[in-house]
């Protein structure tokens, strides 16, 4: 190398699918936060859909359980009823016992749930169908909200590795700078008029390089990409 000769930071040419790449980091994200955007709008119609298919499920089966309480409550009571004659019935003296209010009041309830009940069932298995329809709807749009969000996340790093790469860029710089020092005291090392201590010079400084590389390692860093698939699932503009 001539003892003038500068240093120069050329680019070089990135191969096809490299070029392809750093073209694609500049392109805007809306389709893929549009697609998303929709997808989270569709899943919040067909949960509202399914929370109100629900209600008709919770209140028929509300009164076919209140009918299976209350005819346990009459049988249980009817049982006691039926103890208390059988104990009069053995000893006598006393007067006939009376059947007890409360079995007369739940006689009563479960003649007034009778009606109820039997409606209840009958119309319960459609309610449950609708429930059921709902409910897959449900899945499919969280299936594809969840699919929006695996390719909004790929918008999102492509955003940032926008940054990365100016970021790298600079290192790179610094470490040319560093290697160009470098090979300008090898070359001056093997000239006839070799300059004393290049040689050892080159070699501690390709140390340093090294050892600059291998201090300056980082560990990856899993809680910013949980927060923004976290985020995802319902802020489509969420960012990495």
Wanted: glycine content about 6%; hydrophobic content about 50%.
């Amino acid at each position: 190398m001539p003892m003038d000769a500068s240093i120069d930071l050329v680019r070089r040419p990135a191969p096809a699918g490299d070029a392809a790449a750093y073209d694609s980091i500049e392109t805007p994200g809306a389709p893929a936060r549009a697609h998303l955007a929709t997808a989270i709008h569709d899943l919040a119609i067909a949960a509202a859909a399914l929370a109100a298919a629900q209600q008709p499920v919770v209140r028929l089966g509300r009164v076919i359980a209140e009918a299976a309480r209350c005819e346990a409550e009459l049988a249980a009571r009817r049982a006691a009823d039926q103890d208390r004659l059988g104990a009069w019935l053995l000893g006598g003296g006393a007067p006939r016992p009376a059947p007890d209010p409360a079995t007369i009041a739940a006689e009563r309830r479960c003649a007034e749930l009778a009606g109820d009940v039997i409606a209840a069932r009958a119309a319960l298995p459609a309610a449950e169908a609708a429930f059921r329809q709902c409910a897959e709807r449900v899945r499919d749009a969280q299936r594809r909200r969840d699919e929006a969000v695996c390719d909004a996340a790929v918008d999102a790093a492509r955003h940032r590795t926008a940054a990365y790469r100016a970021a790298l860029t600079r290192a790179l710089e610094e470490e040319a700078v560093l290697h160009g020092l470098r090979d300008e005291l090898a070359a001056r090392a093997n000239r006839p008029d070799a300059m004393p201590g290049a040689a050892n010079a080159a070699a501690r400084i390709g140390d340093l390089i090294a050892a600059t590389k291998r201090g300056a390692g980082v560990r990856h860093n899993p809680h910013a990409g949980r927060r923004l698939l976290d985020a995802l699932l319902s802020d489509a503009d969420a960012s990495l």
